[in-house]
């Protein structure tokens, strides 16, 4: 269900498994949502850079024991506020507490490697917020609809 004259679209959920290859689902789904919910194109690409960083840290890091397991991207557009929720049951993982913040004052070559994907993630989205659930990792991120983007 979309409306996108006023900026509201019913949630859309796609389902991918930890596999690198499912990156291509996730891009074409956000194209879709982002039509849909009528996101500017800037919106869209600060979701889609969110949620591939997001996917293939959960993809390479999240299930250390291996096997076939499943994330769940839950997209919506309502009342102006585009959002997004990230679910797995991978190993318990805050990305708010857990995850280094990079000094970007350094130059390249001295700057220790990984945390700049949970920065950009916090720098690019208005609100994002971590819940441990019974089912495991939950993750939301949300930005509103603006004229400016």
Not at 8 to 19: F, I, K, P, Y
Not at 76 to 82: K, V, Y
Not at 111 to 126: A, E, Q, T, W
């Amino acid at each position: 269900m979309s409306d996108k004259g006023n900026g509201r679209m019913g949630a859309a959920v796609l389902r991918v498994a930890n596999r690198l290859e499912e990156l291509e689902r996730l891009h074409a789904f956000l194209d879709s949502v982002a039509e849909q919910g009528g996101w500017p194109g800037k919106l869209k690409l600060d979701f889609l850079l969110c949620c591939e960083e997001l996917v293939t840290n959960t993809i390479h890091y999240g299930f250390p024991q291996g096997g076939d397991h499943t994330i769940t991207i839950t997209a919506a557009t309502e009342n102006g506020i585009a959002s997004i929720l990230l679910e797995d049951g991978g190993i318990a993982f805050n990305p708010l507490l857990e995850s280094k913040e990079p000094d970007i004052s350094l130059g390249i070559e001295d700057r220790d490697i990984g945390g700049l994907g949970v920065f950009f993630v916090k720098s690019l989205m208005d609100t994002v917020q971590y819940e441990r659930t019974a089912n495991g990792n939950r993750l939301s991120l949300a930005k509103a609809l603006t004229t400016t983007q």
